[in-house]
């Protein structure tokens, strides 16, 4: 299940395990759906821009997209996807991670035109949300 939704708490109401930190949104929707294989996907990046931003495999200033899950097989299967449509994919699983690419966070901030050195550096920058 490609999970595209992005926690917003003046939207969502607020979940206290998320805004505490202690679990990410995407591990709540995995526990939810028991029996599906929950993928962080396609949410630093506006639809529209899907058709816009592509470019060919190699390109240096190709536009990366982060993925996060638990099961190897649905990360793959969204490395497929965003390469078919034209991105380069960072892998920031496992989902208890996916809150690095998340609202108010350097990747989500920064999503026009991340490469994929770019988008990592945005990852692994990010602070946690619940601790300053």
């Known amino acids: 299940m490609l999970d595209t939704n992005n926690y917003m708490p003046c ?5 206290p395990t998320v805004d505490s ?13 028991p029996l599906s294989k929950v993928a962080k996907a396609f949410i630093h990046i506006q639809a529209p821009r899907l058709l816009t931003s592509a470019k060919p495999a190699g390109s240096p200033d ?12 649905a990360v793959e299967l969204v490395t497929r996807l965003y390469d078919d449509f ?6 920031n699983s496992p989902l208890s991670e996916s809150w690095r690419s998340g609202p ?5 901030l920064a999503h026009e035109d991340q490469t994929r050195e770019q988008l990592a550096a945005n990852l692994a920058g990010a602070q946690r949300p619940g601790h300053t």
């Open 11 to 15: 939207r969502d109401g607020h979940f």
């Open 21 to 33: 930190g202690e679990k990410a949104a995407h591990e709540l929707r995995q526990e939810q759906l």
């Open 62 to 73: 190709r536009h990366a997209l982060s993925v996060s899950g638990d099961f190897p097989g």
């Open 86 to 91: 034209g991105f380069d994919t960072v892998d």
């Open 104 to 108: 108010g966070r350097p990747a989500w």
